[in-house]
């Protein structure tokens, strides 16, 4: 069992997470939760909206690094904030989840920053007894 969903990076110019997971499934969950967490308080976000995702690449990192980038695409065109994430399938190299959250509201939410893309900087997913972990750049 994980201790800990992710924690945020300090790096100069840009953000970036540490995301935990007991499972590679929870791992991209929790990197997802807490891309949400770096641009709003993401306990603002009710699960009104459910949005499905299907995604293919050539490993685990880059699948990472391009889910996390349909998150913030979705955001920025479709104006969609997210907050619970359940990946239903992720082997080699596809991925298939169920986001909820719910359209932004200025009046609801309030945005700490603007995320502009994942980066592979400093990305490598690692695994060891207690699990998974990886750490995220996002340029801002």
């Known amino acids: 069992m994980v201790k800990r969903d992710f924690e945020v990076l300090d790096h100069t110019a840009d ?3 540490v995301a935990y997971g007991a499972t590679i499934k929870q791992l991209f969950a ?3 939760l807490g891309l949400f967490d770096l641009i709003t308080d993401t306990s ?3 699960p009104k909206i459910e949005h499905q995702i299907e995604m293919h690449d050539s490993d685990n990192e880059s699948l990472l690094v391009a889910w996390l980038n349909e998150l913030i695409y979705l955001l920025d065109a479709e104006q969609l904030l997210f907050k619970n994430f359940e990946i239903k399938t992720l082997s080699k ?7 909820k959250g719910e359209k932004f509201d200025s009046t609801k939410h309030r945005i700490k920053r603007e995320v502009k893309a994942a980066t592979y900087y400093m990305m490598k997913i690692t695994a060891d007894r207690h699990g998974y972990k990886t750490s995220i750049i996002f340029d801002i």
């Open 30 to 32: 929790n990197a997802a």
């Open 93 to 99: 190299g596809h991925l298939k989840a169920t986001c």
């Open 15 to 17: 953000i970036g997470i």
């Open 44 to 46: 603002s976000i009710e």
